[in-house]
């Protein structure tokens, strides 16, 4: 197994607060990893640390052999990591081939014209929005508006995408498109590590799940492992449930 992204002691403080607390993990080249725990875990802190959006207090995280941690987000973006945000974020007044258009001008190296065209197409058919690069970003129902935005973090070709609860606010049909979206990503070889709060989803898409609780990895290990943990079932219900 090669790793991808070897995240090594990583901890994070915010003032008295140590929300990322001596982290450390592996996600392998082609693996979707789920990243669990309670809400204020740090989940989202590790994610912004890997895309750059936060320098580490301390510790290691190296792509593909390479270190990164504290380097700045466009860079980061640069060397192939692309993330999708817990509250969907699109340029609402453009169109949606405009904001996928958004994104290849931003990559490295940026695509173009005619190229970036044809570009935004097949990204638009690749996640379900085929043909439909004039309607405004807007006008698009929830789970459209998540589409469009995994088109836009996938117009970086990235090495490692980052899913933060992407596929929370879904309908339960929803849910199952999203899935299978990402399911999809897999089978075309793309490394994931997910943030999902939905267990049904873990199940299905990740075979490996890391688990945080206050700061600290708790569990890692095969997913339906994971789940069975005592440890881990405690730390979703507390001690009552345990
Ligand atoms: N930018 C920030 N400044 C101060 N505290 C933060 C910041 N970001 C997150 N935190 C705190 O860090 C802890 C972990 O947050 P977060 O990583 O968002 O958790 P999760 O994604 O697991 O719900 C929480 O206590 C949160 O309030
Ligand atoms: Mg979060």
Not at 31 to 49: D, F, Q, R
Not at 81 to 108: C, D
Not at 182 to 190: A, C, F, Q, V, Y
């Amino acid at each position: 197994m090669t790793a991808l992204i070897e995240i090594t002691g990583l901890r994070k403080q915010f003032g008295g607060l140590t929300a990322v607390d001596d982290v450390s993990f592996v996600v392998a080249e082609g693996e979707i990893v789920a990243l669990l725990g309670p809400n204020g875990s740090g989940k989202t802190t590790v994610l912004n640390m890997i895309s750059g959006a936060l320098a580490p207090t301390s510790g290691a995280i190296r792509l593909a052999g390479e270190e990164i941690a504290g380097l700045g987000p466009h860079r980061i973006a640069h060397k192939g990591v692309a993330r999708t945000f817990q509250l969907v974020r699109i340029l609402p007044s453009l169109t949606v081939g405009e904001n996928v258009m958004a994104a290849l001008a931003f990559r490295h190296p940026p695509v173009w014209g005619g190229a970036a065209e044809a570009r935004v197409e097949t990204l638009l058919e690749e996640i379900g929005l085929g043909g439909r690069g004039a309607e405004r970003a807007d006008n698009l129902t929830y789970i459209d508006q998540k589409r469009m935005e995994l088109a836009r973090a996938l117009a970086a070709e990235p090495r490692l995408l980052l899913l933060d609860e992407w596929l929370s606010g879904l309908n339960p049909t929803e849910l199952q498109v999203g899935i299978e979206l990402i399911l999809s990503l897999r089978r075309s070889g793309m490394t994931v590590l997910l943030v999902e709060h939905i267990m049904e989803a873990v199940r299905a898409l990740c075979s490996r799940a890391v688990v945080m609780n206050a700061g600290r990895t708790i569990a890692d290990g095969p997913t339906e492992a994971v789940l069975a943990d005592a440890d881990v079932i405690r730390a979703y219900l507390g001690e009552d449930h345990a």
